[in-house]
């Protein structure tokens, strides 16, 4: 019999036609009325291909043997319902680091540079009128990067590259890290000229940079946020931003993403990006290959390549 594994969101072409040439696969998303579709091939489900599993949909799916995530944030996949159901849960990590490592720098050019608003400028004409004004460089300042992992090292590594001196914070000093470590954030903040958040999304995060964070990093700071909104005192942020008590900020994730603060609309201290941290072709694809061979793994009574639960 084919194994029948479930989808609830649109994944990467890729990824679906891999997933279809293996297992029969039901699109939930795809169905007039998911309620009675998801009652009438349940019991079959023994697998779920991507993230966004909330805990009633795994108590919904008794036979679930394995949530093999698209993505290497888990935060939106409950865990615990899935350890408690005894689900395994993998993700696609790794395979994103360098594709992440670059926007991140790119955005921090762009923040100091001031590259989107020349762009604006330009076509808009006021280039005629006079010279677009002067800026800051990476050169010689001093990056605090909140979660050295795996993407975290490979931000540090591009930014030593820009000449950056490199310090971080996390729950935990690592051994044989070149780089300072601070056990507070805040006394990181208040050290650093920019802050980069790559730090895992969930309870033990939200809002971990706070009003107080965002102050010791003042009106000469600058913060990139590359992991994920709920890091963030977003209102905090915008205040600050707004009044000058946070020089500038580069943002590829929002707390309520899509949605995105409107008074960060207007300001030309801010580069905004559409959550595009792994957004190649290259990078989405090989997420979508691990994702399948996960799947495989499972199946064939193999060891799991990137197991969470």
């Not at 990067?145 to 000449?163: P, S």
């Not at 971990?208 to 000469?220: C, D, Q, T, Y």
């Not at 009044?243 to 943002?251: R, V």
């Not at 941290?277 to 990078?283: C, E, P």
């Amino acid at each position: 019999m084919p194994i029948e594994i479930l989808q609830t969101a649109k994944l990467l072409d890729s990824c679906e036609a891999a997933l279809a040439e293996r297992y029969t696969v039901h699109k939930l998303h795809l169905q007039a009325d998911p309620a009675a579709y998801l009652a009438e091939i349940a019991p079959r489900i023994r697998a779920h291909a991507g993230s966004g599993v909330k805990g009633d949909l795994i108590a919904k799916l008794p036979n679930l043997e394995i949530i093999a995530g698209f993505g290497v944030g888990v935060d939106n996949i409950d865990l615990a319902a899935a350890k408690a159901a005894n689900v395994r849960v993998t993700n696609t990590p790794d395979v994103l680091n360098d594709a992440v490592a670059e926007l991140t720098i790119g955005l921090m050019i762009s923040l100091a540079r001031r590259i989107p608003q020349g762009d604006r400028f330009v076509r808009d004409g006021k280039w005629l009128n006079g010279g677009f004004g002067l800026f800051s460089e990476l050169t010689g300042k001093t990056v605090g990067i909140l979660g050295l992992g795996r993407i975290g090292k490979e931000i540090a590594t591009r930014a030593q590259a820009m000449k950056m001196r490199v310090v971080y914070h996390g729950r935990n000093r690592q051994e044989n890290q070149p780089y300072v470590y601070y056990d507070k954030l805040v006394d990181m903040a208040r050290d650093a000229d920019w802050l980069v958040l790559i730090a895992p999304g969930g309870k033990g995060t939200d809002r971990i940079v706070s009003r107080e964070v965002l102050e010791a990093l003042g009106p000469k700071g600058m913060l990139v946020n590359i992991a994920r909104g709920t890091l963030v005192d977003e209102p905090a942020m915008v205040d600050l931003l707004v009044n000058g008590g946070l020089c500038g900020a580069a943002l590829d994730v929002f707390e309520k993403e899509p949605q995105v603060p409107e008074a960060l609309f207007s300001l030309d201290n801010v580069v905004l990006a559409p959550h595009q941290g792994s957004a190649t072709h290259q990078t989405r694809d090989a997420m979508g290959a691990l994702l399948v061979a996960n799947l495989e793994a499972h199946f064939a009574g193999e060891p799991l390549i990137s197991a969470v639960v």
